[in-house]
């Protein structure tokens, strides 16, 4: 086992509503090693771009450990924090919100090196801004351009070089391709593996897309109304998925066929249960087609922790034995 650069203990985040506490994310737990890169998936509004953001601290959290590179960094203030940001970045989904349009690709990327005075002059500046152009994939013609005037590939690179120009060790990925064309997120996808490599540096990766993830990630976590329900390496996830919610995710990704056969898929009934106020029972149980009778009342008895069934391989299900 390499370096363990993040650490996430019991991490929770809670918000208050009128209707009482919603569960946005709950008692998550993870290890990720260095150079490696975790992927986060689950549908919708399960938590896992809060997840994201409460790590970075951009977001704080209600309860739990956030410990980076040996730091225990949960209750450090914004001034403790700001030397931080350098070595952890994020990428966010949507190109053109994250950035400013009254600033030209250059003044953007160039903004953090100020920002955090890594580089003093002008000329140096200018350099490193070309350097990190360069390795993103953006022409120098490009630099006096605005980012309406560029498509969403590009954009996003943009978005990369600015998580760059600080030298990060951890990069939080938000979706970083859903918001583009198929052949543009294969271009982007490539890409960050070869920054990945090059710089060694390490992912989460968030997206609702397993498609991706399979292809991106060394482990991935499988989450569910704000809990990790599933957490194993890649290969045992697409080999053998355990928890029911996985099962029926992996069941949905397309497959191309070319007989007349049809392809047998796992779905998912009923309706999400709502995240505020959840009682202490199995999350999934009103959408859960393996919960038979001798089942149901340990499911209602009592909401699943992770446990290794097999080694490495996470689950939290009573009906997993």
Known sequence: MGKVLLEVQNLTKYFSTPAGQLHAVDGVNFKLEEGKTLGIVGESGCGK????????????????????DGQDITNYSRGKMRPLRTKMQMIFQDPFSSLDPRQTVSQLIAEPIIEHKLIHGKAAIEKRTLELMETVGLAPRLMNTYPHELDGGRRQ???????????????VCDEPVSAL??????????LLKKLQKDLGLTYIFITHNLAVVKYFSDDIAVMYLGQLVEKAPSDDIFAEPMHPYTKALLSAIPVPRVTKEKVKR?????????????PDECRFLKRCDECDKNNEQICRAKNPELREIKPNHFVACSCVK
């Open 181 to 190: 064309d198929v052949s543009i997120q294969a271009q982007i996808l490539n």
């Open 49 to 68: 771009s809060t997840t994201g953001r409460v790590i970075l601290k951009l977001i704080e959290p209600t309860a739990g450990k956030i410990i980076f």
């Open 157 to 171: 690179r943009i978005g990369i070089a600015r998580a760059l120009a600080v030298n990060p060790k951890l990069i």
């Open 266 to 278: 796992q779905l998912i009934r009923g309706e999400v249960t709502s995240p505020v106020n959840l």
